[in-house]
């Protein structure tokens, strides 16, 4: 086979290898039928059998909390940022924001163009290199929703645990840490996040949400933008990106294969520390750049003595065969993705190069 690059790729990111393989053997015969999944009807027995799959697994994954459902949804992420506020945000209600960064700005951004939008906590004074305290996040009275971002792909902040936000309804756009740890799904209304980083290919959005949340959405809205076109339909109203959800369900079968939420959750643990340690042992030489107690597991920010020394680490970085090192352009620095598929052996190979960059560069 040929060589795997070093990819800590901020997403699209690296997907198990086993799963790539697995999907590569019956790419061009899916069991049997002559096909490949994506040459098959959506409205098919083969099809449907997986997608449906995919959906319990998921919940099987999360501990079959009742009340639930898997919503598979085109659009990314971002299209979640205008369906929320479109759906849930009523007359006479405020929409409330946790602002932690560059995808909680762009949620915010999105629900202002639909209706009334608070911010009810930030972390805009450490520059979002920490996170808001839990009891600072208290909803309004008359907020249809608080919605907060779990881990900030761009900075490297993640939430270690969820505000209690009583009878208010709590949405979490989890893209870029769902299913890295075991969460409890009762705390949250909804979780959503785009396939591209722990679940699988881009092109589809997985929406978990409390199915008594789904109510009649406003009679203006599009059929493609209520959620209860999805609920109605267990998301075939359309033809749904059918490859894509297959592929998520193989990786949901590697994070079984891999001991569920908590075996994950221990390697990612056990990867995150290695690094972090790299950086704070470095003398200075490697800076983190958010607050240890946020510091994310997945999105590893740091910074070098200068912008051209970073420059250098990142082309040197590339000569050894490591990708996405480069922090994302709107903020600078370094970063290492390091989601749920990415190998140990990736980081110390990653901690390596770090130690030999610092040697001839002291
Ligand atoms: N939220 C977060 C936390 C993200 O990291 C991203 C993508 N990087 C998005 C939202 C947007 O996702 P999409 O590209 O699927 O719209």
């Known amino acids: ?39 098959m009807s959506h409205r098919g027995a083969v099809y449907e059998a997986v997608h449906n799959e995919a959906q319990e697994r ?29 759906n849930f945000l009523g007359e006479g209600q405020v ?29 805009e004074a450490s520059g979002y ?10 909803p309004s009275d008359n907020a249809a929703y608080l919605h907060l971002t779990s881990n900030e792909t761009i900075e490297g902040t993640q939430f270690k645990s969820f505000p209690d936000t009583g ?29 591209q980083k722990n679940l699988g290919p881009s092109g589809v959005a997985v929406v978990i949400v409390r199915e008594d949340l789904i109510t009649d959405s406003p009679k203006h809205l599009p059929t493609m933008l209520r959620y209860n076109t999805y609920l109605k339909n267990n998301s075939l109203y359309n033809t749904p990106p059918s490859f894509g959800i297959y592929m998520i369900n193989e990786v ?19 990867k995150a520390s290695l690094i972090y340690d790299a950086i704070d042992q470095s003398g200075g030489f490697y800076r983190g750049c958010v607050s240890p107690e946020f510091r994310s597991d997945m999105n590893i920010t740091f910074r070098l003595g200068s912008e051209e020394l970073e420059k250098e680490f990142v082309k040197a970085s590339e000569q050894a065969g490591f990708v996405g090192l480069k922090g994302h352009r709107s903020v ?13 052996e990736n980081c110390q190979a990653l ?5 030999n960059f610092q040697a001839s560069h002291e």
């Open 332 to 344: 600078g620095g370094l970063r290492a993705s390091v989601y749920n598929a990415i190998p140990y």
């Open 351 to 355: 901690v390596e190069f770090m130690q």
């Open 95 to 123: 929409a409330d924001y946790v602002m932690t960064g560059s995808w909680a700005d762009k949620a915010i951004k999105e629900a202002k163009l639909i209706g009334n939008t608070q911010v009810v906590a930030s972390s």
């Open 58 to 86: 998921l919940l099987s994954l999360l501990g079959n909390p009742s009340g639930y459902k898997v919503l598979f949804i085109q659009g990314g992420a971002s299209t979640q940022f205008a369906m929320i506020p479109m």
């Open 129 to 138: 290199m920490s996170l808001p305290s839990l009891q600072d996040i208290q």
């Open 167 to 195: 009878s208010v309804p709590l949405i979490v756009d989890m893209s870029s840490d769902i299913l890295s740890r075991p969460f409890d799904l009762n705390q949250f209304a909804m979780v959503y996040a785009g396939a």
């Open 1 to 39: 086979m040929s060589k795997r690059a070093y990819n800590f790729n901020a997403g699209p990111a690296a997907l198990p290898l086993e799963v790539l393989e697995r999907a590569q053997a019956e790419f061009v015969d899916y069991g049997g039928t002559g096909m490949s999944i994506m040459e």
């Open 252 to 270: 949901l079968k590697w994070i079984e294969e891999k001991g569920g939420l908590q075996g994950v959750e221990a390697m990612n643990r056990k």
